[in-house]
């Protein structure tokens, strides 16, 4: 399956030098990881010794030999993403002639820009759209590339997507371009008369993403924007297993008890909870919870005012969780606001962090891939659901070139029959152990990545690492047994 930006192949080709006629070189380049690239020169020689220099653009340079007319390959690894001018330098030693040529690379790899979060998309007030619902079965675009000083040249966006004022059961699937063009995989699912948001990382194609109707009836659309992803030096990712920060049922992280209506509280976040100082941004599961009213969360940098988007809605009494990219604050904090004008519980997990130090880079795939759905028959295991207070182990090694440093994942549970809760770890075992039948069961995980109730389809977007062999343990931690589909986004990668 491709992934990543699309920049490649290129070709070069150098004329013939004047005095070794048959002296001539053709380049290839074409990306190969998130920091790697693969460079094949052709060479057409007469007989002779040839000395071949490759600058790589960053610095640094390989030297080789040939004697006449070769065809090789080599890869290269790059500190940083973007592009680089690659230049090839072909001496034949004996007539004292030299052949140079370039040409313009770059790995496949993106960094994030974290975003103050701004509303992009509310088709309620005709903001990036029509002021008109959409319609069922229809598609609505929405310009990303140049706008709130998102550059025009975006490979990816971090949006939260929010549909509201349905009027029956549907799903909403985030796409790259501006036309819908027909997929398998979803990213939030409603129900008449829920508002309902989830975060969405999407490839961003001609400046555009669309967001589908996969309803009969027409519904409210609103994208908040938090982050995006290009193909230059910015904030690469680190993955981290879940870690609980905040629970104010417990004082965790903050007072004990319920914030207020309107309330605001601040969260350390940097050297805190595995996340450095110098931190742009952190990845997070926040969770409302015994809510007295309906309302909403928002998560914000610290020493801002609070904006006008929402992180997590909910209803009254209801347990729900969203997953939330949100950049850190001068001083090394977040805030979250209770939007509602009644008081509720907050939990929050924290799953990574960007920085300018940390090496991952994230590598979309060019559409949304199902690698799950219990409900069908797949690669490695029987149709079926995850029973109750038990995991599945999802292998991912199908979709990246070798270990991935983290995975972006969408999980939906459904078909449900009581109130649960996934949680979604990295898995200790090789696929090798389970094949074997000596897989040792891993640890039960506390945190959550998205709650239920009986009758549900509840999705969240996930990133987690993937263990030793790129193996993800989904936990049924209800007690009845459920349903999962997993959409792959992309994945991150050192390398």
């Keep these: 399956m491709a992934a990543g930006v699309a920049l490649f192949p290129t070709t070069a080709l150098a004329a013939p030098a004047a005095g070794n006629p048959d002296l001539a070189i053709a380049l290839n380049a074409r990306a190969a990881t998130a920091h790697g690239i693969f460079l094949a020169y052709d060479i057409s020689s007469a007989a002779a010794a040839l000395d071949v220099t490759i600058a790589w653009g960053d610095g640094t340079t390989d030297k080789a030999t040939a004697a006449g007319s070769v065809q090789r390959s080599t890869h290269h690894s790059y500190a940083e993403v973007g592009s680089h001018t690659v230049t090839v330098t072909v001496k034949d030693t004996a007539h004292d002639i030299t052949v140079v040529k370039e040409i313009k690379a770059a790995p496949a790899g993106t960094e994030f820009t974290p975003h103050a979060p701004t509303r992009l998309l509310d088709t309620r007030s005709g903001l990036g759209a029509a002021k008109a619902k959409v319609g069922g079965r229809s598609s609505v675009a929405l310009k990303v590339g140049g706008a709130a000083q998102i550059p025009a040249d975006v490979v990816a966006v971090a949006l939260n997507v929010t549909v509201t004022n349905a009027t029956d059961a549907g799903h909403v699937a985030v796409q790259p371009g501006k036309e819908y063009i027909g997929s398998a995989t979803s990213n939030l699912n409603y129900v008449a008369g829920q508002t309902v948001p989830n975060l969405v990382i999407v490839p961003v194609r001609d400046g555009h993403v669309q967001m589908f109707n996969g309803g009969w009836a027409p519904v409210d659309l609103i994208a908040d924007v938090t982050g995006y992803f290009t193909a230059s030096a910015a904030s690469g990712y680190t993955s981290l297993d879940p870690v609980r920060a905040v629970d104010t049922r417990e004082g965790l992280g903050t007072a004990k008890g319920q914030v207020a209506g309107y309330g605001s509280f601040e969260v350390g976040i940097a050297e805190r909870h595995g996340v450095p100082k110098g931190a742009t941004a952190v990845a997070l599961n926040l969770t409302a919870t015994n809510p007295r009213a309906a309302g909403h969360l928002t998560a914000y940098p610290s020493g801002q005012a609070a904006p006008s988007t929402s992180s997590v809605n909910f ?181």
């Excluded at 389809?457 to 047994?481: A, C, I, K, M, Y």
């Design 315 to 495: 209803a009254a009494g209801q347990t729900v969780a969203n997953s939330v990219i949100v950049p850190v604050g001068p001083d090394g904090k977040i805030t979250i606001r209770n939007g509602s004008w009644s008081a509720a519980d907050v939990v929050i997990d924290v799953v990574g962090y960007y920085s300018p130090d940390s090496r991952a880079a994230f590598r979309p795939l060019e559409e949304p891939y199902r690698v799950l759905d219990t409900r069908e028959k797949s690669g490695h295991r029987e149709r079926g659901p995850i029973a109750a207070r038990d995991y599945l182990a999802l292998p991912l090694n199908s979709l990246s070139s070798g270990p991935a440093d983290g995975w972006v994942l969408n999980a939906t549970v459904t078909n449900t029959k009581g109130a649960g809760f996934l949680s979604v770890a990295p898995d200790p075992n090789r696929e090798i152990d389970y094949a074997s039948g000596v897989a040792v069961k891993p640890p039960r995980p506390v945190a959550s990545a998205l709650n239920w109730t009986a009758g549900t389809s509840v999705p969240n977007l996930v990133q987690t690492s993937g263990g030793r062999d790129n193996l993800v343990d989904f936990w049924n931690q209800g007690w009845e047994d459920v349903d999962l589909l997993v959409d792959c986004i992309g994945f991150y990668e050192s390398d």
